[in-house]
């Protein structure tokens, strides 16, 4: 016996551990390796190109432009002039002028500036519409966990059929041999055995399904041995509380980019004040009387202002309200429709609370059943049909539990994605 016991404890610990996975950390491996991770790399490399080109209007700008022209007449004297040996050379009919311009702004009517805000509004605005689909992600993935964790339950559950029907097959069969009982009877337990064993199997190939998927999200293999761990879950039922959802930060998000864009409708009306200088050579140069290449420059201050932006300004702000009071409606419809399943949540967990209790009463009740079914069966008082009942009655009672159990569970990690934790 020593030694049959040595030869167990050196067989079970050569066996590899089963690995066992919490649900933080399947969502963890799901975040990082799901692809909108990388549209979030995307649209802050996006956002950080974009401000440094705008910040690049604040150097100065170099134009460099070139013209050759012949035309069909040139300025001339209507007269001669009456001086002897004084002429005036005509103008050539092919003129030539490369120029360079250098402007710096000084005043854009903070043109620049509002087109930045714009910039990293519309990132925020993406960033929280990715925010959006992750979460929707997370609760995806937590399906399926949950969804892991009731196919090991429910796998389990068939163990302790499996059990109870081994008890009265093993009445059954001595009740048979001894002449009580009809071999039909033993027959029908028999039957229930392999249709157990047929659901066992199918909750197996359920869980693989199940397995692979959360693969999908997460890039690993999980092999059948893994085992999933049931989270622990801590709700609390404040009499008021903050809805806290990643929706709320994209409202705000495009509420900011529509403020910024109001911002840059006032910037376009102001006027726009710039330093500038002009150098060049050409044929003429800045003397028009003077027929020859020659080098030249400009120098001074340009003011710019398009009065005809402000034609459609009054529209465009209009349009712009608009655009505002729409997100406004829509985040006081979704916050209405959040309360509305917040305060669900709060009676679906009361409701399964009460429902466990029972069902703990119920499945004493049904055990206790169970265990008089035996010693009756074994004694001939019921039939094996009666007795498939008792035991049918029990798993159901077991089964309710379960599912409450995972319902719960569920109901509470919803509600704690809806509100704000101190």
Same mark, same amino acid.
């Given at each position: ?22 649900l933080?950390?399947i969502?963890?491996? %799901?975040?990082?390796h799901?692809?909108?991770?990388s ?9 950080? $190109? ?9 150097l ?18 209507? $007269? ?31 043109? *620049? ?6 910039q ?32 090991d339950?429910? !796998? ?23 002449g ?8 029908q ?6 249709? +157990? +064993? ?18 999908? #999200? ?8 893994v085992? #999933?761990?049931?989270?622990e ?7 008021? #509380?903050? *809805? ?6 994209? $409202? ?43 080098? #030249? ?42 309360? !509305? ?21 119920? *499945? ?14 074994? +004694? ?13 009655? %029990? ?21 704690n ?6």
């Amino acid at each position: 016996m020593k030694k049959l016991l040595f030869l167990l404890c050196l067989y079970t610990t050569g066996l590899p551990a089963q690995e066992t996975v919490p649900l933080e950390t399947i969502l963890q491996e %799901a975040m990082a390796h799901y692809p909108l991770v990388s549209q979030r790399n995307l649209i802050e490399e996006s956002r950080h $190109f974009s401000l440094a080109a705008l910040n690049r209007a604040y150097l100065p700008q170099l134009n460099i432009n070139g013209q050759a022209s012949y035309q069909s007449e040139v300025t001339s004297l209507p $007269f001669t002039l009456p001086l002897p040996g004084v002429s005036i050379e005509p103008l050539e009919k092919d003129q030539y002028k490369i120029v360079a311009d250098v402007s710096q702004i000084l005043y854009d009517g903070g043109n *620049i500036n509002n087109q930045k805000h714009i910039q990293r509004a519309s990132a925020q605005v993406e960033q929280g519409k990715i925010n959006v689909e992750m979460q929707k992600m997370r609760e995806r993935v937590r399906q399926f966990y949950l969804g892991v964790l009731m196919m090991d339950e429910q !796998i389990r559950q068939t163990d302790l059929v499996e059990s109870d029907l081994q008890a009265g097959i093993k009445r059954m069969d001595a009740a048979v041999r001894n002449g009580t009982a009809f071999r039909s009877q033993l027959a029908q337990l028999q039957a229930e055995e392999l249709k +157990n +064993n047929q659901r066992r199997n199918e909750l197996k190939s359920t869980r693989i399904a199940l397995l692979k998927s959360l693969s999908f #999200f997460t890039g690993k293999t999980y092999e059948e041995r893994v085992q #999933f761990i049931r989270p622990e879950v801590i709700t609390t039922n404040p009499l008021s #509380f903050t *809805i806290q959802r990643p929706e709320l930060g994209l $409202f705000m998000a495009q509420d900011s980019l529509v403020e910024s864009q109001k911002k840059l409708l006032g910037s376009k009306s102001l006027p726009r004040l710039s330093l500038f200088a002009q150098g060049g050579y050409g044929r003429p140069g800045l003397n028009m009387l003077q027929n020859s290449f020659e080098w #030249f420059y400009i120098a001074g201050a340009r003011l710019n202002w398009n009065l005809g932006a402000l034609y459609s300004l009054r529209a465009e702000r209009k349009v712009n309200t608009l655009s505002r009071s729409s997100i406004q409606v829509q985040k006081e419809l979704y916050l209405l429709n959040a309360n !509305i399943t917040v305060e669900q949540y709060r009676n679906d967990i009361e409701k399964y609370r009460l429902l466990l209790k029972d069902d703990v009463e119920i *499945i004493s009740l049904r055990e206790e059943i169970m265990k008089a079914s035996k010693a009756q069966l074994e +004694n001939g008082v019921i039939t094996s049909s009666d007795y498939l009942r008792v035991v049918n009655a %029990a798993d159901q009672a077991r089964q309710m539990q379960l599912l409450h159990n995972l319902q719960l569970l569920q109901v509470q990690l919803d509600y704690n994605d809806y509100i704000e934790h101190p």
